[in-house]
C-alpha cells in the first residue's frame, strides 16, 4: 500500500539532493536514512523510546544544547 505524507517544499528539496541518482525513490532514501538510526548493540535491541532519546540527544549536541561535565558537576553542587 502506497501513502503521501506532506512535506514543506523545502525538506523535499533537501531530501532531493541526498538521492544518489534521480530515479532513487523517496520510500529508498528515507529507508536508508532511517537505516542509520541503531537497532541494538552487542547486548541486545533498543527499545523505541531510547533509539528516540538517542537521535534527541544527537540533535541537541547538534545545536549546541550541551552542559560540559564541569558545569553539570557545579550545577548539581549548589
Given at each position: 500500500?502506497?501513502?503521501?505524507?506532506?512535506?514543506?517544499?523545502?525538506?523535499?528539496?533537501?531530501?532531493?539532493?541526498?538521492?544518489?541518482?534521480?530515479r532513487?525513490?523517496?520510500?529508498?532514501?528515507?529507508?536508508?536514512?532511517?537505516?542509520?538510526?541503531?537497532?541494538?548493540d552487542?547486548?541486545?535491541?533498543?527499545?523505541?523510546?531510547?533509539?528516540?532519546?538517542?537521535?534527541?540527544?544527537?540533535?541537541?549536541?547538534?545545536?549546541?544544547?550541551?552542559?560540559?561535565?564541569?558545569?553539570?558537576?557545579?550545577?548539581?553542587?549548589?
Amino acid at each position: 500500500m502506497i501513502t503521501t505524507i506532506q512535506l514543506a517544499p523545502e525538506t523535499r528539496e533537501r531530501l532531493a539532493q541526498l538521492k544518489q541518482s534521480p530515479r532513487e525513490t523517496y520510500d529508498e532514501l528515507l529507508n536508508k536514512l532511517l537505516d542509520l538510526v541503531p537497532t541494538g548493540d552487542d547486548e541486545g535491541t533498543y527499545r523505541a523510546a531510547f533509539r528516540v532519546g538517542l537521535l534527541n540527544a544527537r540533535l541537541d549536541i547538534r545545536a549546541g544544547r550541551t552542559v560540559g561535565h564541569e558545569e553539570l558537576k557545579r550545577r548539581l553542587s549548589l
